[in-house]
């Protein structure tokens, strides 16, 4: 009886083994019999596909949605790589009111989904990178500053940027940090703090009127390299106001600037910057400069909020240097993951 499981008429009446191909034939026609015998396959589903149709045109026109009303688009850009998690849903939607429209339909925001980011989805990091860097904003209440300090000094960066330190507890850090980083700077909210000497230390105008931004050339043994550490205004999303972010973009403008002026051919900019790369608003610092995460990591990196990271607003970007690979650290004591890289320093200075 076991053995009549698994045999099948064969062509002359006989009895042999059954293919499991032949298997795998008879169930997809028991699954696909009600779609073949459903004369409204291609007239049900007309919402589904709709919404699938509106979802690949946002992706794929998402730079021409206006900011006009509630920065709207810069918006709709932070938050790009979650409009994904729409294709499986309208898959299945499709799928339970038997739309063959709707399943091809989903098609299309699927190709666009991966075109944009699809990348991502590899790992991209080597094994090499001659200097190590990493920013981390601490969060102003921090609970435990001495622990979030020692984490990320522990996690064997040469070169590390703090933003959001409050001015009483920059010798906390300051103290934690002292066994590992010889030379440090801090002007106003962020700090820089290197295993190399640093010269030029300024803190750069990013039309605040207090200091969240700095520079300072910091000589390695491959040579100098410019270093911005900056922490861009946070943004807010209003129910009246959709998501204001005008102070954020113009301060995003001015550091833009003050990193075309840099006469420095190697820099690295670490920080906080409140938007990710795709948010058209930071055009002026992402147009001149490279993602680390982009261009060397693996997945996409988020690192806001740290208990369900969302976005990557924390950012390492360079130019002049390669990025070798790009990662989060663990969780600290901060609202942030702090983020990591390894560059090579292979070009002239």
């Keep these: ?152 000094a522990g996690s064997g960066a040469d070169i590390l940027a703090l933003e959001e330190v409050p001015a009483s507890k920059v010798a906390v850090y300051e103290q934690a940090l002292a066994p590992t980083y010889k030379y440090h700077a801090v002007e106003g909210t962020v700090g820089l703090w290197s295993k190399y000497p640093m010269t030029g230390v300024q803190a750069v105008d990013i039309k605040l009127g207090w200091k969240r931004a700095m520079r300072a050339t910091v000589t390695t043994p491959e040579g100098p390299v410019a270093v911005y550490v900056a922490h861009m205004p946070s943004v807010r999303v209003k129910l009246k106001a959709g998501f204001t972010a005008r102070q954020r973009d113009t301060s995003a403008d001015a550091l833009g600037e003050a990193v075309a002026d840099e006469t420095l051919s190697r820099v690295i900019l670490l920080g906080d910057l409140n938007g990710t790369m795709n948010d058209r608003s930071l055009n002026g610092v992402t147009s001149q400069l490279r993602s680390t995460q982009g261009a060397a990591g693996s997945g996409f990196g988020f690192s806001w909020p740290a ?43």
Excluded: C
């Design 1 to 152: 009886m076991a053995q009549q499981a698994y045999m099948t008429e064969t062509a002359d009446g006989g009895s042999g083994p059954e293919r499991p191909g032949s298997r795998l034939r008879r169930l997809l026609h028991r699954m696909l019999a009600p779609w073949r015998n459903d004369s409204g396959i291609w007239r049900r589903g007309a919402v589904f596909t709709a919404l699938a149709l509106l979802l690949a045109l946002v992706m794929l026109l998402h730079a021409h949605v206006p900011n006009t009303v509630g920065n709207l688009g810069s918006l709709t850009e932070t938050f790009l790589p979650w409009l994904g998690v729409f294709v499986p849903v309208l898959l299945l939607l499709g799928l339970w009111r038997k739309s063959a429209i709707t399943l091809i339909a989903v098609l299309l925001p699927a190709i666009v989904w991966l075109n944009l980011f699809g990348g991502l989805l590899t790992d991209k990091s080597g094994g090499g990178g001659e200097l190590m860097v990493a920013t981390h904003n601490v969060n102003a209440d921090n609970p435990d500053p001495v622990g979030t300090a020692r984490a990320v």
């Design 307 to 349: 208990a369900f990271p969302m976005a990557r607003i924390d950012q390492i970007m360079v130019k002049g240097v390669e990025p070798e690979s790009s990662w989060t650290l663990p969780r600290t004591g901060s609202d942030h993951l702090p983020v990591a890289a390894r560059v090579n320093l292979d070009t002239p200075s």
